[in-house]
């Protein structure tokens, strides 16, 4: 079957509130549902008023439907939580790349900070049925923002808690709490931008592999507009690959996070300094 992105119609089957803010909403679309990969997202044409495609991590994909996970934080997902169940929502999907699965015997941590753990479900799923020793580090600004770790703890894996406040697990940052769990082969990232940078910065100092999904804001969210840049080394796969400019000295190219990512490699991304 052809897995490439299309046009559809998904079916909203159920929205969950799971915290101030946090939803978790279920729909029907068999084609996202069944290609769907690790840290894949759609881009949903709301009802209502004109607004842009609202691109979201899809969080769960099982049979005929495919789950995302969300906070309210503007017009267009406050106008997705709102919808009723059974509301018809043009999606085109699944968008971006994945995270591309690490060899067998191979030791992973998986980082996720926030929102940023609504890219690993599908992952998870992955890594425990092909038996890979997996520690799951889930950090969030305090309790009530700890989401989505239901879902992925109940996959048996070593589970670790982390709060900058203390509220609940480990106080301090998922960072922190990496530097004391035993070396891994690999490591997935996802979440804030700092968070990213420091996961990479540890991984490149220790040489340990490393794929963090990017989160940017998408305009078009196909490649088209060039709205989600980022900086990678001159020569990465998933670089433009266009010349330097006449007298540039920089070793670094942009590569696009909607159509060339989401998921990069730690060692081809350059962050600012």
């Known amino acids: 079957m052809d897995s490439s992105p299309r046009l ?19 729909l029907r679309c ?18 209502g008023g004109f607004a842009v495609r609202l691109p979201l991590g899809i969080y769960t994909a099982q ?21 009723p169940e ?20 191979e ?36 309790a009530p923002h700890l989401v989505g770790r239901e879902e992925l703890a109940a996959f048996g894996f070593p589970f670790e808690i982390c709060t900058d406040d203390g ?35 540890l991984a490149d100092k220790h040489g340990i592999t490393c794929q963090v999904s990017l989160e940017e804001t998408f305009g078009c969210s196909l490649g088209t507009c060039w709205g989600c840049v980022v900086s990678v080394r001159r020569g990465s796969g998933q670089a433009t690959g266009y010349p330097r400019a006449p007298g540039e000295s920089r070793d670094l190219d942009f590569a696009r996070v909607c159509k060339d990512g989401t998921v990069f490699s730690s060692a081809e991304l350059v962050w600012a300094s």
């Open 8 to 26: 559809e119609t998904a079916t909203l089957v159920s929205r969950e509130f799971r915290a101030p803010g946090f939803w978790f909403l279920k």
């Open 30 to 47: 068999e084609h996202v549902a069944r290609h769907a990969r690790p840290a894949q997202f759609v881009a949903l044409d709301l009802p």
């Open 63 to 83: 049979d005929d439907t495919f789950g995302l996970l969300f906070k309210e934080w503007g017009e267009r997902t406050t106008r997705l939580a709102a919808l």
């Open 86 to 105: 059974g509301s018809q929502i043009s999606c085109i999907g699944p968008l971006g790349n994945a995270f591309a699965m690490p060899r067998a015997g």
């Open 107 to 142: 030791r992973v941590v998986i980082v996720a900070g926030g929102l940023g753990v609504a890219a690993f479900w599908m992952l998870v799923k992955e890594l425990k049925e092909a038996s890979i020793d997996t520690t799951i580090v889930l950090g969030a600004r305090s």
């Open 167 to 201: 509220s609940e697990g480990h106080r301090g940052t998922v960072i922190d709490r990496l530097r004391s769990l035993p070396r891994a082969d690999v490591l997935y990232g996802c979440g804030p931008g700092n968070m990213l940078q420091a996961l990479c910065g």
